[in-house]
């Protein structure tokens, strides 16, 4: 019991000794400091890619692959059974994890079943 006391204590006075990660201000993805630094790479590093005199093609082929509504979904296998696709297309452009059971993607018309609208949670936080 003593040990397991001492391992506890100091685990929680090694937790307290951590120094703050001079990074965390990166989690909040549209904070001023987070959107700020953004701004300053993009100034950076835009202008060297879109100097490019193959950048306008190979970024508008990109996009119209990455947002084609035909394209293939990136299914895995569920423990019940069922398929997850995480998609992102131009409507659903920060994503949304779905599912769906085998015989409906087979049918060629699959009745995706949205789990989570990482859109949708983005614009609820927006608004608080």
């Given amino acids: ?25 990166m989690e909040e ?17 835009l202008p060297r ?18 947002t084609a509504r035909d394209r293939i979904p990136n299914v895995g296998f569920a423990g019940d059974g069922a398929l997850r696709d995480f998609w992102q297309d131009d409507k659903q452009v920060r994503g949304a994890w779905r599912s769906v059971d085998l015989a409906s993607y087979r049918s060629g ?5 949205t789990l989570l609208d990482i859109d949708a949670l983005a614009a609820a936080e927006k608004a608080n």
């Fill in 1 to 25: 019991m003593l040990r397991w006391l001492a391992t506890l204590f100091a685990g929680v006075l090694l937790m307290g000794a951590q120094a703050a990660d001079p990074y965390a201000y």
């Fill in 29 to 45: 993805i549209e904070g001023e400091r987070a959107m700020a630094f953004a701004r300053a790479e993009n100034a950076r590093s």
């Fill in 49 to 66: 890619l879109q100097g490019d005199p193959r950048y306008s093609r190979l970024y508008d082929e990109a996009l119209k692959i990455a």
């Fill in 109 to 113: 018309r699959p009745a995706w079943t």
